[in-house]
């Protein structure tokens, strides 16, 4: 994970914490730890796509999407919102399946729970050249 182009950070310095730990879990594409994060009646929303509903169907679906290529690192450059609702904006640095590396800009609103874990995740980006 990339944290040196981090130009606005709203967050708390705990909750901060909390984040990048989140995104090294996805960085890592290790779906059980990426799961400690989320609440049971989480929803992930991709672009116009239908949300994912519930823990078990986005551990499923994050699984077979997170197979689709090699490798995913974040380059934070802001984050927007609250503790409980914010908003990143990153530079995401792929490495496609057959070695190519690609960066696509997105951008992903989080809403977290009483509890500090994940009931929604929405991201807009656009994913064509990493499947190109």
Known sequence: MKT???RI???????YKWYIKYLEALDSLDIEAYSKFLATDCSVQSNNNLPMEGKQVVIQGLSAYWKTFASLEHDLLNIYGSDSSFVLEA???????????VTIRAVAFTDRNEEGLVTSVRFYTDTTPLFA
Do not use: E, M, V
């Open 4 to 6: 040196h182009n981090l």
């Open 9 to 15: 950070n709203q967050l708390s310095s705990k909750a």
């Open 91 to 101: 530079l995401n640095h792929y490495k496609r399946s057959d070695g190519q590396p």
